[in-house]
């Protein structure tokens, strides 16, 4: 069993920037490929963006992509979510998830998910 624990979310002003952190628990982090995924509030969770377990092939949803970056240090068993111009609709809870395997964008290929951190944009 692998304990994802998300951080770094918070209330920030439109055009502003946050970075998320997700810290796994396992001694085989280098072989889980890495997602984030946000969730509305009352509204579907969707797909933001993922990397592969080396860090070099990575994923973006539409709605961020130029905006946000994903990156992961293995030796800190730690994904990051570098969130810049963040917009009011970027508000949402995160979700920080792995997947043993091959780089995805689809949700229900990962096997484990994190609570959640929120991120609030206010104008």
């Known amino acids: 069993q692998v304990q994802l624990v998300e951080s770094g979310g918070g209330l920030v002003q439109a055009g502003g920037s946050l970075r998320l952190s997700c810290t796994a628990s396992?001694?085989?982090?280098?072989?889980?490929?890495m997602g984030w995924f946000r969730q509305p509030l009352g509204k579907a969770r969707e797909f933001v963006a993922a990397?592969?377990?080396?860090?070099?092939?990575?994923s973006y949803g539409d709605s961020v992509k130029g905006r946000f970056r994903i990156s992961r240090d293995n030796t800190k068993t730690t994904v990051y979510l570098q969130m810049n111009n963040l917009q009011l609709e970027d508000t949402a809870a995160y979700y920080c998830?792995?997947?043993?395997?091959?780089?995805?964008?689809?949700?229900?290929?990962?096997?484990?998910w994190g609570h959640g951190t929120q991120v609030a944009v206010s104008s």
């Open positions: 990397l592969d377990g080396g860090g070099f092939w990575s």
């Open positions: 998830a792995a997947e043993r395997g091959k780089i995805t964008t689809t949700m229900s290929d990962y096997d484990y």
């Open positions: 396992t001694d085989t982090f280098g072989d889980f490929a």
